[in-house]
C-alpha cells in the first residue's frame, strides 16, 4: 500500500493522559499536513510541515499539542494531558505539489 | 475567519435520482474542490477546479466554478449505491492560489434508498 499511513487507527484514553499519532506520508511528499474533524463537520487545519519544517500552525493547536516531522518523512501529532473535548478524527496528508491525498485517519476517545 | 456553507445538509433519495448540492462563501475562493468522504476514511478529491466559470466532469459527476468566484455546485446523475457518502468542498483561503491549507464546508451527507 503507497498511500498514507495512519496509526493507530483507534485510540481511546482517560482524561489527563498523554496519546501519540503518528502519520507516514507517500514517500516522495515533501509536504504534510494534520487535520482534525469532529462529528458532523468538514476537516480543520492544524499544522503543516515542508520537509522537516514546520511552517504554518493553527490557533487550534494550543500548547498541549506538539507536532514534530524530525527527518522530513513521517511525523508524530502527540496530545498531552488530553481533555474530552480532543475526542475527534485526526487526519494526516500529503503531497509534493499537485492534489492533497489523505490518510484514513486516527480515531481518538477521550472518556 | 473564511467560511464554507454547504447546502443542503443531507439528501435521501432513490437509486437513479440525480442529485445537485451547493457551497458558497462570504469570500473570494481562487480553487474549488470536491471531496467524498466514506465512513471510516479520509477524503478523496472528486473533482478540482481553477477559473470561475469552469465546467469540470468525472464520470457521472459534474462541477461548476461560480462566476462571482463565491460558490460552486456539484452535480451527480443517475446515482448508484456506491455514492453514499458525505461531500465536501473545500478550497484554499485568501487570494494565492497553491496556499498550503484548505478550508471545507461542514459537508453534505447523501443517503440512497435502493
Known amino acids: 500500500d503507497t498511500g498514507v499511513s495512519q496509526d493507530p487507527r483507534h485510540k481511546i484514553t482517560k482524561r489527563g493522559q498523554n496519546v501519540t499519532f503518528r502519520c507516514d506520508p507517500i514517500s516522495e511528499h515533501n509536504r504534510l499536513y494534520w487535520y482534525r474533524q469532529t462529528l458532523g463537520q468538514g476537516p480543520e487545519f492544524l499544522t503543516y510541515f515542508q520537509n522537516e519544517a514546520q511552517l504554518e500552525k493553527s490557533r487550534l493547536l494550543s500548547d498541549r499539542f506538539s507536532a514534530e516531522r524530525p527527518k522530513g518523512s513521517f511525523s508524530t501529532l502527540e496530545i498531552q494531558r488530553t481533555e474530552q473535548g480532543d475526542s475527534a478524527m485526526y487526519l494526516c496528508?500529503?503531497?509534493?505539489?499537485?492534489?492533497?491525498?489523505f490518510g484514513e485517519g486516527s480515531r481518538l476517545t477521550v472518556l | 475567519g473564511q467560511q464554507l456553507n454547504q447546502s443542503p445538509q443531507s439528501m435521501f433519495i432513490q437509486e437513479g435520482e440525480d442529485v445537485s448540492m451547493n457551497c458558497t462563501s462570504s469570500?473570494?475562493?481562487?480553487?474549488w474542490l470536491w471531496y467524498k468522504q466514506d465512513p471510516g476514511e479520509g477524503p478523496v478529491l472528486l473533482i478540482a477546479?481553477?477559473?470561475?466559470?469552469e465546467l469540470t466532469s468525472n464520470g457521472r459527476l459534474t462541477a461548476q466554478f461560480g462566476i462571482t468566484r463565491k460558490d460552486s455546485f456539484l452535480n451527480i446523475s443517475a446515482s448508484i449505491p456506491s455514492d453514499v457518502g458525505i461531500y465536501f468542498c473545500?478550497?484554499?483561503?485568501?487570494?494565492?492560489?497553491?496556499?498550503?491549507?484548505?478550508?471545507f464546508g461542514q459537508g453534505t451527507r447523501l443517503t440512497i434508498n435502493p
Open positions: 469570500s473570494i475562493f481562487n480553487t
Open positions: 496528508a500529503s503531497r509534493y505539489t499537485g492534489e492533497l491525498f
Open positions: 473545500a478550497g484554499p483561503p485568501g487570494w494565492v492560489q497553491g496556499a498550503q491549507k484548505l478550508v
Open positions: 477546479l481553477y477559473k470561475a466559470g
